[in-house]
Every structure is written in C-alpha cells, then in structure tokens.
C-alpha cells in the first residue's frame, strides 16, 4: 500500500484541530476527513468517524495495525508541516 496524494486544508480558526486532510491510497482509494488535532503531546491525526445511535464516536475508515497507522500519520503530519511552511513562505504583497 502507498499513499499517492495527500490534500491539506488548514484550519484558520484558533482550536484543537488544524487541518482536515484526504489521503489517495494507490492511486484508486480516497479517504477524507482525516483530521490533525493538536494534543498535549504535540500533533496527532484522527480518522474519519460518525457519531452512533449511543452517542459514541466510531472510526468510518481505520488502519487495522500500528505499523499502518503510524505510516499514515508520518506521511500525513509530514504533509501538515510542509503546508505549514508553504503558507509561511508565501508573499502577503509587496509595497511600492
């Protein structure tokens, strides 16, 4: 399994979670709604979920071991930061 595309859309409002990302896997399979989530122990991505009839969140989409899920938040915090410097690095206009 690779991870072909990743699309970051950050979140500009000040809270816990700053981005919402979608992930292509070969190519052929898209998951969205991937969220970075600032936590006490610094950044960490959560999958897609829907609240059941309990009132409980539940995973849509998940990797099923730790290995997977620690690829797909590598690559993905990866892409996280490097739009972060994107968006730091961008003119905000010039002055004549």
């Known amino acids: 399994m690779q991870v072909t595309d990743v699309r970051v859309r950050r979140i500009a409002k000040e809270g816990k979670m700053k981005a919402v990302v979608s992930i292509t896997i070969d190519q052929v399979f898209v ?47 990866d892409e996280y930061e490097k739009s972060a410097l994107q968006e730091d690095t961008t003119p905000t206009g010039t002055t004549a």
Not at 55 to 69: F, K, L, S, V
């Open 31 to 77: 998951v969205h709604d991937i969220k970075v989530i600032e936590g006490e122990k610094g950044l960490f991505i959560a999958m897609p979920s829907k609240k059941s009839a309990d009132g409980e969140y539940r995973d849509i989409a998940h990797p099923i071991n730790t290995e997977t899920r620690a690829m797909l938040e590598s690559i993905i915090l």
